[in-house]
């Protein structure tokens, strides 16, 4: 478990109990919320879930979708979140998702704005619900997927589910829930020869892609440094079949990718609202800690400041023990005020966190 907690007696520690924004010592404001539904998931890609899974989280410790909407509405009224993203573990494997995000959308931000809604999943089961997502207001959705090759897909997976991811794409294309991102980890030796493949193919389907670089965060522990594949080779790799034009440090922001504009898309590319591009989330080798903004709730009722974070905050513990909103609030910016400036992937004494990436929230 992890080594550092906080809140659950209820204390408070030293950071900005007045603010009514997530703060941090370096000036960093969290508004971007991540909450996991699940530890669970239907998939076991190498680099995130053994094959034989993990220790699943019991119901009891599992937040209610009461629960998730108190913390999300505390979050968006009272300390400044803009934009939620459901994840997991597998989001759509969490049955009250519609009612959770129709709760979320029905939310004012400080400045009055609707909160905006994201979802990354991996696409099993978005047929059958794409639609019901839209309509409880989804803005924006990211779809994991790390090749085209079922075979290939189904030994980075241990489950034969491409052509469901595929259905799953259109069916989002088709309920409006566009542009559709597309999230890819590319891995040596494994998929890397298909970074050229892949963005054509999402070129000629109107979807965004993006490379994430493999972070340390498996429970395995197997990720080293030599076998990730670089935003660097990524980009090398893309050059030989595309002209990219990247859209600039301003167009970046506190969004983790940097993206490049495709200039010769394939001929068959649909015309979209803008120019077709394609990202890289370079996390390890450019990481982006300096202008990050979000904060993290576990399906466990935990907050994290940091993926990387080696402590968190107990805010199931005060939800349950009574605790009012005002309480909740001024412990959630205590854990903010907390982070850490950075990952510190680099630093000799690093240490993965406690918690593989599918029990935090990706
Ligand atoms: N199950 C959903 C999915 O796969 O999209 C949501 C959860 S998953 C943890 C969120 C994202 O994290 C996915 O795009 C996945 O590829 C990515 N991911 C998982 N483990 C990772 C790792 N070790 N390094 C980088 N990205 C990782
Ligand atoms: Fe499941 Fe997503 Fe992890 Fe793959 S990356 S095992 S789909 S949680
Ligand atoms: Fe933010 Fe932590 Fe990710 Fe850096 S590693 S961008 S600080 S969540």
Known sequence: ???????????????????????????????????????????????????????????????????????????????????????????????????????????????????????????????????????????????????????????????????????????????????????????????????????????????ELRFIEQMPLDPQGAWDREGMVTAEEILTALQTAYRLTPTGSAARGAAPAETWVVENPPAGAPAGARAPRVGVVASVTRPFCGDCDRTRLTADGQVRNCLFARGETDLRALLRGGAGDDEIAAVWRGDMWAKEAGHGIDDPSFLQPDRPMSAIGG
Not at 24 to 44: H, I, M, Q
């Open 1 to 207: 478990m992890p080594g550092r907690r906080r809140g659950a007696d209820g204390a408070v520690p030293a950071g900005r109990p007045d603010d009514t924004r997530l703060v941090d010592r370096f000036g960093r404001v969290a508004t971007d919320l991540r909450v996991s539904l699940t530890d669970r998931c239907n998939l076991r890609c190498s680099y995130c879930m053994p094959e034989e899974g993990l220790d699943w989280m019991t119901d009891d410790r599992l937040l209610s979708d009461d629960e998730i909407v108190r913390l999300i509405t505390l979050a968006v009224t009272r300390l400044g979140v803009e934009e939620v993203r459901f994840t997991g573990g597998e989001p759509l494997l969490r049955k009250g998702l519609e009612t959770i995000v129709a709760a979320t959308t029905a939310l004012r931000t400080h400045a009055g704005e609707v909160p905006q809604t994201a979802l990354t999943t991996n696409g099993l089961g978005l047929e059958r619900r794409a639609k019901a997502l839209a309509d409880a207001g989804l803005h924006r959705l990211n779809v994991s997927l790390d090749s085209l090759d079922r075979a290939r897909f189904a030994r980075i997976t241990k489950r034969d589910r491409l052509p469901d991811v595929l259905t799953g794409l259109q069916a989002a294309a088709a309920a409006g829930l566009s542009p559709v991102k597309v999230n890819t980890v590319l891995l040596r030796g494994v998929n890397d020869d298909e970074a050229v493949p892949l963005l054509t193919w999402a070129l000629e389907h109107g979807y």
